[in-house]
Nanobody
Framework: QVQLVESGGGLVQAGDSLRLSCAASGRTFSSYAMGWFRQAPGKEREFVAAIRGTTYYADSVKGRFAISRDNAKNTVYLEMNSLKPEDTAVYYC??????????????????WGQGTQVTVSS
């Protein structure tokens, strides 16, 4: 069992930066792939980024967002730069145990956090 708690969301202006954190419980954190997804009002939850050894990004955030992890702290981060109003969403952290399967598909993730709101004003 893994419990995930996101933090770091907030209200920022377009062009600003924000760093999200996701703290995980459990001793096997390093064995999980970790992902970030987001869900805007009226839209489906979409993939943002993932990391195991390699990192993966959605095209919409590539070059602006960076995912990283600190296994000693059981924490995964999402550094978000050059934020745009279209980045406004609830951001969710997720953990994926099975090394097989796409990192971009939400159904492949086993555990989810409660989400943190990111609002980018124009």
């Amino acid at each position: 069992q893994v419990q995930l708690v996101e933090s770091g969301g907030g209200l920022v202006q377009a062009g600003d930066s924000l760093r999200l954190s996701c703290a995980a419980s459990g001793r096997t954190f390093s064995s999980y792939a970790m992902g970030w997804f987001r869900q805007a009002p009226g839209k489906e939850r979409e993939f943002v980024a993932a990391i195991r050894g390699t990192t993966y990004y959605a095209d919409s955030v590539k070059g602006r967002f960076a995912i990283s992890r600190d296994n000693a702290k059981n924490t995964v981060y999402l550094e978000m730069n050059s934020l745009k109003p279209e980045d406004t969403a609830v951001y969710y952290c997720a953990a994926k145990n099975d090394p097989l399967g796409s990192y971009r598909t939400r159904v492949n993730y086993d555990y989810w956090g409660q989400g943190t709101q990111v609002t980018v004003s124009s």
